[in-house]
């Protein structure tokens, strides 16, 4: 069962709802609450993980593109090593366990249509897992679907690959994983540090 919430922890939530970045003394202005008593009942609300507080991208605004896939992962001990691997990918937004053939339900974004393709192979790819069922979805029309772009240097993606190693990134078919060095970032305004250069 659900924690429960009262009556001010519903207001804190709906205020920051409405306005992530206000701040402790707007919030207690808002819901005519004293400052220490808001930021008390939030840090609570937030050491039981009820309220998540988070900047991201937002995937409608940006015209990315979603997909979900169906994947029936045999065997226990493929299933927990499977899902360690899924909640590693910087391209699944959510994984949900199933009833059914497919055993395993995730949503992925990519930029491009191409990269929500390559991705969906790639679970094929993998030992002891088929794809059962895809669905794109295109771009959300209604919501607000977060997602963090943190590039790295690192070579190896999450997963074990390595996108120098893979044809459909050399083929242009997937922008690559955005945690590594690797990743195509079409976000990244191109030679903008010349701007800066003085004589």
């Given at each position: 069962?659900a924690d429960k919430l009262d009556e001010l922890d519903l207001k804190i939530i709906l205020q920051l709802h409405r306005d992530g970045r206000a701040s402790l003394t707007e919030l207690a202005n808002k819901i005519g609450t004293p400052r220490q008593t808001v930021t008390n009942r939030l840090k609570q609300l937030m050491d039981r993980e009820l309220v998540l507080?988070?900047?991201?991208?937002?995937?409608?605004?940006?015209?990315?593109?979603?997909?979900?896939?169906?994947?029936?992962?045999?065997?226990?001990?493929?299933?927990?090593?499977?899902?360690?691997?899924?909640?590693?990918?910087?391209?699944?937004?959510?994984?949900?366990?199933?009833?059914?053939?497919?055993?395993?339900?995730?949503?992925?974004?990519?930029?491009?249509?191409?990269?929500?393709?390559?991705?969906?192979?790639?679970?094929?790819?993998?030992?002891?897992?088929?794809?059962?069922?895809?669905?794109?979805?295109?771009?959300?029309?209604?919501?607000?679907?977060?997602?963090?772009?943190?590039?790295?240097?690192?070579?190896?993606?999450?997963?074990?690959?390595?996108?120098?190693?893979?044809?459909?990134?050399?083929?242009?078919?997937?922008?690559?994983?955005?945690?590594?060095?690797?990743?195509?970032?079409?976000?990244?305004?191109?030679?903008?540090?010349?701007?800066?250069?003085?004589?």
């Amino acid at each position: 069962m659900a924690d429960k919430l009262d009556e001010l922890d519903l207001k804190i939530i709906l205020q920051l709802h409405r306005d992530g970045r206000a701040s402790l003394t707007e919030l207690a202005n808002k819901i005519g609450t004293p400052r220490q008593t808001v930021t008390n009942r939030l840090k609570q609300l937030m050491d039981r993980e009820l309220v998540l507080i988070r900047g991201g991208l937002d995937i409608k605004k940006l015209g990315y593109k979603i997909g979900d896939v169906g994947l029936e992962i045999r065997g226990e001990e493929t299933r927990r090593e499977i899902e360690k691997y899924l909640k590693g990918c910087p391209r699944i937004l959510d994984i949900f366990r199933v009833p059914g053939k497919a055993n395993f339900h995730i949503r992925i974004w990519g930029e491009e249509d191409s990269t929500i393709n390559s991705t969906i192979e790639s679970f094929g790819d993998v030992p002891n897992v088929e794809i059962i069922y895809t669905h794109y979805l295109g771009t959300p029309v209604h919501g607000n679907i977060i997602i963090a772009i943190d590039p790295k240097d690192q070579i190896e993606a999450p997963c074990g690959m390595v996108c120098e190693n893979c044809n459909r990134y050399h083929n242009a078919l997937c922008a690559g994983c955005p945690v590594t060095k690797y990743y195509k970032n079409p976000l990244l305004v191109e030679n903008e540090t010349s701007l800066w250069i003085t004589e």
